[in-house]
């Protein structure tokens, strides 16, 4: 097998570096927004779920309920995308040190 001249590995790694920070760097806020939403689901669900029946929910449990709704709803989504990030980060990471 013919080995690659240096001008082609440099370059290679610096198409990918300039992937990595168009494309990922960018989103990478993802995993501190998946975290905070996971984070409040949580404490939602323990507020809630903790709750001691004193009568009618008020306006502030109601928006609690349903922001913790939300954050349900959310928390699979964030968490597929954190996933394929995380697998498209480390294949690239992958390829740009192999």
Not at 71 to 81: C, D, E, K, N, S
């Amino acid at each position: 097998m013919i080995k690659q001249n240096s001008s082609w590995t440099r370059l290679r790694l610096a198409v990918l570096d300039r992937v990595y920070r168009t494309a990922i760097y960018p989103i990478s806020g993802l995993y501190h927004a998946h975290i905070a939403v996971c984070l409040f689901y949580l404490a939602g669900f323990f507020v809630l779920f903790n709750r001691v029946v004193s009568g009618p929910i008020g306006i502030l449990e109601a928006g609690l309920i349903i922001s913790v709704t939300v954050a349900a709803v959310l928390v699979p989504m964030l968490t597929g995308a954190t996933i394929a990030l995380q697998f498209v980060e480390r294949r690239l990471r992958g390829l740009s040190s192999g």
